[in-house]
Nanobody, 128 residues
Framework: QVQLVESGGGLVQAGGSLRLSCAAS????????MGWFRQAPGLEREFVAA????????YYADFVKGRFIVSRDNAKNTVYLQMNSLRPSDTAVYYC?????????????????????WGQGTQVTVSS
């Protein structure tokens, strides 16, 4: 089992920035790619970004490219999502999740059905 705990959410004005963190504990963090997803009220959960185990590959949804940056510090068992130029449409609960690094790198890294472990989420609200 891998336990994931997100933090860093909050209320921010449009154009502002937030950095989300996801701390992993329990089973080894190694060999897991990590992803960020979000779910806005009334909408389905959607892929935001992902990063391979060694950090060499990153993946982004088109709507966050150039604004969000995903990174990780394996020594701290933590993955980050730096969110810049935030928009009201970014308002959602943000979740981190873990998926097999092999699957992520060799197949897809945005298929949430393949992610094994999920955090409880952190609320991000962007005011206009």
């Amino acid at each position: 089992q891998v336990q994931l705990v997100e933090s860093g959410g909050g209320l921010v004005q449009a154009g502002g920035s937030l950095r989300l963190s996801c701390a992993a504990s329990g089973r080894t963090f190694s060999n897991y790619a990590m992803g960020w997803f979000r779910q806005a009220p009334g909408l389905e959960r959607e892929f935001v970004a992902a990063i391979s185990w060694r950090g060499g590959r990153t993946y982004y949804a088109d709507f966050v490219k150039g604004r969000f940056i995903v990174s990780r510090d394996n020594a701290k068992n933590t993955v980050y999502l730096q969110m810049n130029s935030l928009r009201p449409s970014d308002t959602a609960v943000y979740y981190c999740a873990a998926v097999s690094d092999y699957y992520c790198v060799n197949y897809r890294c945005n298929d949430q059905s393949k992610f094994d472990y999920w955090g409880q989420g952190t609320q991000v609200t962007v005011s206009s």
